[in-house]
């Protein structure tokens, strides 16, 4: 049996020692033959001009949004400790990218060779390749529409990976709607709609209580939505407020519990980059964090780190899909 392939990791360590960013170095193709068809990932470019800054390129493998970034993806920045490899070239990260998707991927036998890579599972697919479907990619209420080179599946983003890419074909009756606010009447819509695309829609933060299953949560983006449902589907009493920090959220839940007692328990964080328990102080701290950047968190009270691990199994499990 032959050794198992080895791939740059997700995270680099961001010790003392890595203060000055080592770029990764080609790799020969022929030294490593790919044995089969291997997918490769779309390229997310920033929109505004980086002027004399060198370029990077950045793999994220898994996660949200698996596809290769450059330098506006906050990559000089430390991410909760840690932060994404970077390559001197796009072809090392795509010669990263292959190595990975041999290891990792399952793709059919009719797989068409440099197909983009989109989540997989019944609700995402593969695409032709120059064109990317993000499927069902958590991303914020609004929608940005941006386009794609046909040579490397480029996309010119904005500078938030969750103001999604679609492809450059027409917009299709099938397309998600742009959320109107609930609070609007039938004489301002259309000026959300114009004005939606040019502005990115505020990210809001509710603080859930679901009383049946004993839980506070505190959510933004699209998990809002996905509790909402997941209540409404399983007949529970939910409550939900917007709350603009962790203390505010802190004095509601206790207002529910009925009760002056401090809540001391500590809380399961989920984002993008990690899954962390934090003390409540920490937990707030990410919280204003990822309000400020516009990242998608989802974090609840727990007990012990055994009550920590089932939830963190059961975001992860359900963020494959």
């Given at each position: 049996?032959?050794?198992?392939?080895?791939?740059?990791?997700?995270?680099?360590?961001?010790?003392?020692?890595?203060?000055?960013?080592?770029?990764?170095?080609?790799i020969?193709?022929?030294?490593?033959?790919?044995?089969?068809?291997?997918?490769?990932?779309?390229?997310?470019?920033?929109?505004?001009?980086?002027?004399?800054?060198?370029?990077?390129?950045?793999?994220?493998?898994?996660?949200?949004?698996?596809?290769?970034?450059?330098?506006?993806?906050?990559?000089?920045?430390?991410?909760?400790?840690?932060?994404?490899?970077?390559?001197?070239?796009?072809?090392?990260?795509?010669?990263?990218?292959?190595?990975?998707?041999?290891?990792?991927?399952?793709?059919?036998?009719?797989?068409?060779?440099?197909?983009?890579?989109?989540?997989?599972?019944?609700?995402?697919?593969?695409?032709?390749?120059?064109?990317?479907?993000?499927?069902?990619?958590?991303?914020s209420s609004?929608?940005?529409?941006?386009?794609?080179?046909?040579?490397?599946?480029?996309?010119?983003?904005?500078?938030?990976?969750?103001e999604?890419?679609?492809?450059?074909?027409?917009?299709?009756?099938?397309?998600?709607?742009?959320?109107?606010?609930?609070?609007?009447?039938?004489?301002?819509?259309?000026?959300?709609?114009?004005?939606?695309?040019?502005?990115?829609?505020?990210?809001?933060?509710?603080a859930?209580?679901?009383?049946?299953?004993?839980?506070?949560?505190?959510?933004?983006?699209?998990?809002?939505?996905?509790l909402?449902?997941?209540?409404?589907?399983?007949?529970?009493?939910?409550?939900?407020?917007?709350?603009?920090?962790?203390?505010?959220?802190?004095?509601?839940?206790?207002?529910?519990?009925?009760?002056?007692?401090?809540?001391?328990?500590?809380?399961?964080?989920?984002?993008?980059?990690?899954?962390?328990?934090?003390?409540?102080?920490?937990?707030?701290?990410?919280?204003?964090?990822?309000?400020?950047?516009?990242?998608?968190?989802?974090?609840?009270?727990?007990s012990?780190?055994?009550?920590?691990?089932?939830?963190?199994?059961?975001?992860?499990?359900?963020?494959?899909?």
């Amino acid at each position: 049996m032959g050794s198992k392939k080895q791939y740059a990791p997700l995270f680099e360590s961001d010790s003392d020692e890595d203060k000055s960013t080592q770029l990764r170095k080609p790799i020969s193709s022929s030294a490593t033959p790919r044995t089969k068809p291997t997918c490769k990932p779309a390229l997310f470019q920033p929109s505004a001009d980086q002027g004399k800054k060198k370029k990077v390129y950045i793999n994220v493998f898994n996660g949200a949004m698996p596809v290769c970034y450059m330098e506006w993806f906050d990559s000089e920045s430390p991410i909760f400790n840690s932060h994404h490899p970077k390559y001197a070239t796009y072809q090392v990260a795509l010669d990263e990218w292959f190595r990975y998707c041999e290891m990792e991927h399952d793709h059919p036998a009719d797989f068409v060779e440099g197909t983009l890579y989109n989540l997989p599972a019944s609700n995402s697919t593969l695409t032709r390749p120059g064109i990317l479907t993000l499927g069902c990619i958590p991303t914020s209420s609004s929608v940005t529409r941006s386009t794609l080179t046909e040579e490397h599946g480029v996309v010119n983003a904005v500078p938030s990976i969750y103001e999604s890419a679609i492809t450059e074909e027409p917009v299709s009756a099938n397309s998600p709607p742009i959320p109107i606010s609930l609070e609007s009447d039938a004489s301002n819509q259309s000026k959300q709609l114009d004005e939606v695309s040019c502005s990115p829609e505020k990210v809001r933060c509710w603080a859930v209580n679901t009383a049946e299953a004993g839980t506070n949560e505190l959510v933004t983006g699209h998990w809002a939505d996905r509790l909402f449902n997941n209540a409404a589907r399983h007949n529970q009493d939910m409550v939900m407020r917007e709350v603009k920090s962790m203390n505010k959220a802190k004095v509601w839940f206790s207002s529910l519990h009925n009760s002056e007692q401090e809540l001391c328990l500590r809380w399961a964080v989920h984002t993008l980059q990690s899954n962390e328990i934090v003390s409540e102080d920490r937990a707030g701290e990410i919280l204003a964090h990822g309000l400020r950047h516009s990242h998608e968190i989802i974090m609840r009270e727990v007990s012990s780190v055994a009550e920590a691990q089932r939830w963190l199994d059961l975001i992860e499990k359900e963020a494959d899909c």
